[in-house]
């Protein structure tokens, strides 16, 4: 008989107590299996003392190792609850010997005790990635001596893997020797499944972000940035902690568009409106683009702002064609105005040429007077005077017909449409008296300033009245009156109206006069109309035809007050 | 008795040739009135004086030409002397053919302007001398009886006095007589004068049916 004390030690000699504890048995002859219960420790050494004849058999020890912590009647208790579990539960040795499965684990594994017990491989039924993981974890639980979670996934009696959330408890003896592992295991497969798909469709709206051609945000209440998706970073070039401080949009954003824009947002927070802007925003290369941007409020259940959404969507090309789209129409305005000078031109000379003859004829006065046996310096006096005033008069023709001849700002000005109407009827009085109109004009003192373009709204005017003109060419046995009338209207609108006593508009022809190229002018461009009608409607006026007057026709457009 | 002052009239709606217009001629002595429409012209009363107008050819409402016809049909005789801003031909035919001094084009040179209203006053205080002449004829001829102008129609056609009695019923003396005192009423010096009267006043023979 042995008696025989075993205790790991490693190559140092320290007790490494893997095994959890000092085993003492008597035994006859010193069993083998003792050894290979060790095998996973590297250097270890057993030491035997105090050898006892009365040695059991291999078998025989081996029982009495599984039965160490004793088979007593509370045991057998704990087992019938642990059957009932519907957990999968297993309790391992020291070493993680095999000890007991419950059912539920046996059913799981398709084995029976026994043939569970036989496995000596403990990472036997263990997914191969995941054994690294549960190896590291027993490790630190050597040293740290506490239980621990983990997520495995374990075989299956027909070869599939499941997801498993396993809980490792160690009881430790009275020296504080793991004696015992305790192990449950919930199967977590659907939720892991869940958690998957969740994640891949998170992936997927986040590819979907990255991907599309806009860039996205998300912003706190108080626009401070809390996401950027990919393609802003790479469109601005900055980091994503750049993208997300508080002065991202001071670093990117054209100056004059960041006012507009921090105007904006401090209004949309406290009206929680969606919102739209265009605005310029500096790209990596440091040139900027025009992009669209449009923000909603996220609001919580209190109707609170708790998040904005926006996107900005790159509008650089729209803006290039819509540029070129308004140049070329500015040109073909241009050209249209030049062709209605060359009408008026006649008209033109004959306003030049009315002070330029009064300068003359009072230049010629001025030396009679002064050649006078008696000199009349009060007659001369006048004459210079007049010369003076008739000049600058000759000069401010000259200017209005260079306005209205060269290209134009596209600027748009606070006007005062009584004077504006007026500088037109300066220059077309001529022709109007040439074709024995009456002009009247009934302007509202009080007229408001609009915004716009004065070469622009001119060319409307000067349209209007020119065709008016035309209209009453062949009227001859009734007054030909042009009217020419300013008011206020109820929309904050000021709306011009130009009435001839004209030849009027034929009803079949009414629906076509603003169309290009549609004229009822002999040798006419058929433009006028057309060309006036969206230099009104880019002003955000309408031009229009006023039925119910007879005879002749009335056009009547409007352009917004200058706020 | 003296004839007054002669005056100018100008009509141009454009300020600064108006004003340049009146001082041009007041600087050259004469009176000159301007107005800015034909229509203030036509309602203004007017001085009874040789005159000339100055008009332009392009105003509002009632133009230039409009107003010479016009004033044809309303026989007020004023000479007129055109301005333009742009003398096309078709146009200043039209004034010349109508009776227009002159027709200039603006700017012109201030002699032209000048003379032509010279001339243009001169042909008036003609026009007016023939007219108080003609005047001054009819009031004669209308003095006359009309056996008086019986007998003038044929003294003046070339009739001998016996050949007016024979035509008239009456005796060679009595046409002597009525033949006297036509001379002495028309106070003409000469058969010749009254012959050159006659044809003034545009008398023909009627021949008694």
Redesign the interface.
């Known amino acids: 008989m042995y008696y025989v004390r075993i205790s790991v030690v490693d190559e140092n000699g320290v007790n490494r107590n893997v095994a959890g504890r000092v085993i003492e048995f008597k035994f006859d002859s010193l069993p083998d299996a003792l050894f290979a219960q060790c095998e996973v420790i590297k250097t270890l050494e057993a030491r035997a003392e105090n050898i006892k004849p009365e040695m059991p058999d291999k078998d025989e020890a081996l029982e009495m190792l599984e039965s160490d912590p004793g088979s007593s009647r509370s045991e057998m208790e704990l087992r019938q609850i642990l059957e009932l579990a519907p957990q999968l539960i297993a309790v391992y040795g020291p070493n993680r010997e095999r000890l007991y499965a419950n059912g539920v684990f046996l059913g799981y594994l398709g084995l029976s005790l026994e043939e569970w017990r036989q496995g000596s491989d403990r990472d036997e039924f263990v997914h191969p990635d995941d054994r690294e993981r549960v190896t590291g974890h027993f490790d630190r639980t050597l040293s740290s001596g506490a239980g621990f979670e983990l997520e495995l996934r374990l075989r299956k009696r027909n070869g599939s893997y499941r997801w498993l959330l396993a809980r490792y408890n160690p009881l430790h003896d009275d020296q504080g020797q793991i004696i015992r592992w305790y192990v449950a295991c919930t199967d977590i497969e659907d939720r892991k499944h869940a958690e998957q798909a969740l994640k891949s469709s998170e992936d997927e709206l986040r590819q979907l972000i990255d991907v599309i051609p806009q860039q996205v945000f998300v912003f706190g209440e108080d626009w401070s940035p809390l996401f950027a998706n990919r393609r802003e970073l790479e469109y601005t070039g900055l980091t994503p902690e750049e993208a997300q401080s508080k002065d991202a949009v001071a670093r990117i954003f054209h100056p004059e568009d960041l006012e507009k824009l921090e105007v904006l947002r401090e209004r949309m927070r406290t009206e929680g409106a969606s919102f739209e802007m265009e605005a310029r925003i500096r790209g990596k290369d440091g040139a900027y683009r025009w992009f669209l941007i449009r923000d909603n409020p996220l609001r919580d259940e209190q109707g609170h702002i708790v998040r904005w959404y926006g996107t900005r969507t790159d509008i650089e090309e729209r803006k290039q064609t819509e540029e070129k789209l308004r140049q070329a129409h500015a040109e073909l305005a241009r050209v249209a105005r030049v062709v209605t000078m060359g009408e008026l031109a ?1 008209s033109i ?2 306003e030049v ?10 230049g ?2 001025c030396l ?2 002064l050649a ?1 046996d008696a000199p ?1 310096l009060y ?1 001369a006096r ?2 210079a005077r ?1 010369i003076v ?2 000049g600058k ?1 000759a000069g401010e023709v000259i200017a209005r017909v260079r306005a209205l001849a060269t290209k134009t700002a596209t600027e748009k000005v606070r006007l005062d449409m009584n004077e504006l109407t007026q500088e037109i009827i300066a220059l077309t009085r ?1 022709e ?3 074709n ?4 009247r004009t009934e302007f509202a003192s009080d007229v408001w300033p609009v915004l716009g373009n004065r070469v622009e709204l001119q060319q409307v005017l000067l349209n209007l009245i020119m065709n008016g003109i035309e209209a009453m060419r062949t009227v001859g046995e009734r007054p030909r009156d042009l009217v020419i009338q300013t008011q206020n209207d109820e929309a904050d609108q000021v709306r011009i109206t130009v009435q001839d006593s004209g030849i009027g508009l034929d009803p079949q022809s009414i629906q076509r006069i603003f169309d290009a190229f549609y004229s009822t002018k002999h040798g006419g461009m058929g433009m006028g109309l057309s060309i006036s009608r969206s230099i009104v409607e880019h002003h955000g006026g309408r031009l229009r035809t006023v039925t119910g007057h007879s005879p002749g026709a009335t056009f009547q457009f409007t352009v917004p007050k200058y706020h | 008795l003296r004839e007054p002052d002669a005056i100018v009239w100008v009509v141009d ?2 300020v ?2 108006r ?3 009146g ?2 001629i ?3 002595g004469l009176r000159v009135e301007t107005f800015v429409s034909a229509q203030e012209f036509l309602a203004r009363t007017r001085t009874d004086a040789p005159s000339c107008l100055v008009l332009d050819v ?4 009632l ?1 230039g030409l409009d107003l010479q016809k016009r004033m044809a049909e309303l026989n007020l005789e004023i000479p007129i002397v055109f301005i333009t ?2 003398g096309d031909v078709p146009t200043s035919v039209r004034a010349m053919k109508a009776g227009a001094i002159e027709f200039l084009t ?3 040179a ?1 002699k032209d302007l000048l003379d032509a209203i010279q001339q243009a006053i001169k042909h008036d205080r003609a026009a007016r001398q023939q007219q108080a002449e003609m005047k001054e004829l009819h009031v004669r001829y209308e003095s006359l009886t009309p056996r008086e102008q019986e007998v003038m129609e044929r003294v003046v056609s070339g009739l001998l006095n016996k050949q007016v009695a024979a035509e008239l019923g009456t005796s060679e003396f009595t046409v002597k007589v009525h033949r006297g005192k036509v001379m002495r009423k028309m106070r003409a010096d000469s058969l010749a004068d009254l012959v050159r009267m006659s044809e003034r006043l545009e008398i023909r023979r009627t021949k008694k049916s």
Do not use: C, Y
């Open positions: 006649a000379a004959h040429n009315q002070p330029i003859s009064g300068m003359v004829m009072n010629n006065a009679r007077w006078a009349n007659e006048e004459n007049r005033r008739d008069r001529s109007i008296n040439k024995g109109v009456t002009l | 709606d454009d600064s040739v004003e340049a217009l001082s041009l007041r600087s050259a392009r105003l509002p409402g133009g801003g742009h603006k700017p012109f201030d």
